[in-house]
């Protein structure tokens, strides 16, 4: 059974930092694509970030670009979202996911894509 847990959330001020991790179990994730969703009260949830545990190839949104990233550390099977200049419109509950292997056909924007989430966590920009 996959269990992915977020943690990292929190307040913090525009222009702020945080580092959300995803620490994931269950399985030997080397085939896996790891993704980050957020959803925001009364939107949908959108695409943020992912990647492929093997090889480490990275997607991102158009609007984290240059402030997000992503990686993977291998030894500890976490997944992190380093967040830097964050705005207030990045305040959501952010989720992680994890798409099993082969990644053929994966489309790591596509939440639908995924068939493991995990259960968020806060971040909130104040301005």
């Known amino acids: 059974q996959v269990q992915l847990v977020e943690s990292g959330g929190g307040l913090v001020q525009a222009g702020g930092s945080l580092r959300l991790s995803c620490a994931a179990s269950g399985r030997t994730f080397s085939s896996y694509a790891m993704g980050w969703f957020r959803q925001a009260p009364g939107k949908e949830r959108e695409f943020v970030a992912a990647i492929r545990w093997s090889g480490g190839t990275t997607y991102y949104a158009a609007f984290v670009k240059g402030r997000f990233t992503i990686s993977r550390d291998n030894a500890k099977n976490t997944v992190n979202l380093q967040m830097n200049s964050l705005k207030p419109e990045d305040t959501a509950v952010y989720y992680c996911?994890?798409?099993?292997?082969?990644?053929?056909?994966?489309?790591?924007?596509?939440?639908?894509?995924?068939?493991?989430w995990g259960q968020g966590t806060q971040v909130t920009v104040s301005s």
């Open positions: 996911a994890a798409k099993p292997g082969p990644l053929t056909y994966y489309r790591p924007s596509n939440d639908r894509t995924y068939d493991y």
